[in-house]
């Protein structure tokens, strides 16, 4: 148990809200049923979009900093349809976790799954978007939702080799098999899109290769790498 809290600390680091965030800001949205916090952008007032992105963020960003960043309203307006952003168990806002290690994991993606149910009942076309660790919570939600389509922004192949990467075989002994991104590939029953940036200082692109070739050889799959593009999603709209 040590040793999986003091992995969460790393995969999920929960980074604080400032000080000036109420528990119930303005824009924020909760979903009717299971009361999950989440922000909203629309398309246009009159009417819901055709197609909903549901996001889910990177470990160090949380719904507060893509409130601050107008990153949802950004990515609403170039994809042309609604978008959501759904968060995890003990980041700013949401509810805490209540386990460690991989039965966190288990808990974070239940609880993203009734969120994405709950989702479809307005919308028949619903993508998951996910941005480094949103990427392995998009793809584990694979195995019990079925999603029209995915995209996935700076992915790992796996926690074992990020963690290897950073801290060598103890690190991977940590992890063990926490977020296994190629295992999960052959849940996926959509077209994917995955965009990785060449400059990206956290995720090399090769483990968005490594994923790529991992998908089912039938399924329509593109991968596009972005010159200049580093890891954060802000970088997506430096000129």
Known sequence: MI????????VYPGPPAPASYTSSP???RRLQQSKQPCCFAA???SKPSERLYVFMHGNADCLVSWQRTGLL????????CDCMLLSYPGYPLCAPARAHGAARDAETVSKLVLALQEAQRR?????LAGHSIGCAMALACCAHFRASGLLLMSPFDSLRNMAAREYGSVGAWAVGQRFNNVAAACHVRCP?????GSNDEVVPEQHSLRLFKALPTNA???RFIVAGMGHAL???YVP
């Open 234 to 236: 802000a970088s997506m």
């Open 26 to 28: 303005a824009w924020l």
């Open 3 to 10: 040793v999986d809290a003091a992995v969460d600390r790393v």
């Open 43 to 45: 398309c246009t007032e």
């Open 123 to 127: 919308y028949n076309n619903v993508w």
């Open 192 to 196: 994917v899109i995955i965009i990785h």
């Open 73 to 80: 309203q950004r990515f609403s307006k170039d994809l042309g």
């Open 220 to 222: 329509l799959k593109h």
